[in-house]
């Protein structure tokens, strides 16, 4: 079983920067694709940042510039820098890890951005 930990959310103005972290615990074989995925109110849910095994990060129209992602292999933690960040950033962030046989989601933070 594997667990994912996220910390980082909170309540920031705009123009403001968080950081999301994503720890990953438990028995892991190997984590090939990490991710953060974002869903507000009455939306769907919608891919923020994406990051590779070797590093090749992939991001929203949306957050393109503004966010970036990372991973540090040795702690299978993800990790989502923000900056400038906008009122329509606010969502539940939710971190997402797939593995060579499963894929797990965690449980979630808000990210409130005000105006």
């Known amino acids: 079983q594997v667990q994912l930990v996220e910390s980082g959310g909170g309540l920031v103005q705009a123009g403001g920067s968080l950081r999301l972290s994503c720890a990953a615990s438990g028995r892991i074989f190997r984590i090939n694709f990490m991710a953060w995925y974002r869903q507000a109110p009455e939306k769907q849910r919608e891919l923020v940042a994406s990051?590779?095994?070797?590093?090749?990060?992939n991001y929203g129209d949306s957050v393109k510039g503004r966010f970036t992602v990372s991973r540090d292999n040795a702690k299978n933690t993800v990790y989502l820098e923000m900056k400038s960040l906008k009122s329509e950033d606010t969502a539940v962030y939710y971190c997402?890890?797939?593995?060579?046989?499963?894929?797990?989601w965690g449980q979630g933070t808000q990210v409130t951005v005000s105006s």
């Open positions: 990051i590779a095994s070797g590093g090749i990060a």
């Open positions: 997402y890890v797939r593995t060579t046989i499963q894929y797990y």
